[in-house]
């Protein structure tokens, strides 16, 4: 039986404070990237009581994401945002979750991400991250921007770090370990960055802007 929103609510309050769920509860992240940082980020969010998810990815889901991302064998060939909406929706079913198969650029950042306070930057090329965080600190300064460079390898996951770059931005991971020079790509390792997108993301709802 699926508990009611009351008792789900109740339960993240118990856990976090009234105070800190509520701010939570009426906060809206937008996950960018539905790959090894964006589905993991994502269901962190929703366990934590992130009122509102927007997904945004353009791809389907493939063999070869199954190894570091949160997708299921049953879900091979389904849009990304539309099983992981499935699978967040399972976790925290009162989660108001918008899933978006599309990919976002400089025309189409601007009204696809307005109603999202906190962005997360979670895409696996360098263009691709250096466009949307860019994109979004040109057009909305006052939002935060949460990005990751740097997950790749078997270094010591103490080397995944956060930064923060300016005012409104935020960096993740160790900054140097490409995954075509490293040569490899864990689930351990990217998971811990993401980890910590979705930490600083609750951080800077909770008001605490520090790394």
């Known amino acids: 039986m699926i508990p009611t929103k009351e008792e789900m609510y109740a339960a993240l309050e118990a856990r976090h404070g009234i105070e800190l769920q509520s701010k939570l509860s009426h906060t809206a992240v937008a996950v960018c990237g539905l790959g ?5 980020a994502a269901l962190l ?8 998810l927007g997904l945004f990815d353009m791809d389907c889901v493939d063999i070869t994401n ?10 091979l060939g389904q849009p990304k945002a539309a099983a ?3 699978t967040v929706g399972r ?3 009162y989660c108001e979750i918008k899933a978006y198969t599309v990919k976002l ?3 189409n950042i601007p009204s696809l991400l307005a109603d999202y306070p906190i962005v997360l930057e979670c895409f ?9 965080v860019n994109t979004v600190l040109e057009n909305f300064p006052e939002k935060y921007v949460v990005a990751a460079s740097g997950m790749a390898g078997i270094s010591s996951a103490n080397e995944i770090k956060v930064k923060r770059i300016s005012r409104r931005f935020y960096l993740c991971g160790d900054g140097h370990t490409d995954v075509n020079a490293a040569g490899t790509l864990f689930s351990s390792r990217v998971a811990v960055c993401a980890a910590h997108q979705a930490n600083m993301a609750i951080r800077i709802i ?4 520090d790394p």
Not at 36 to 40: A, Q, R, V, Y
Not at 66 to 75: A, E, K, S
Not at 206 to 209: F, L, M, R, S, T
């Open 36 to 40: 090894g940082l964006g589905s993991n």
């Open 66 to 75: 199954l190894h570091r991302q949160q997708y299921f064998p049953d879900q």
């Open 91 to 93: 976790t925290a079913p």
């Open 45 to 52: 969010l929703a366990r934590a009581g992130v009122g509102r």
């Open 124 to 132: 696996d090329k360098a263009e691709q991250k250096a466009m949307l």
């Open 206 to 209: 909770a008001g605490e802007y």
């Open 105 to 107: 650029c400089e025309d």
């Open 84 to 86: 992981l909406s499935e």
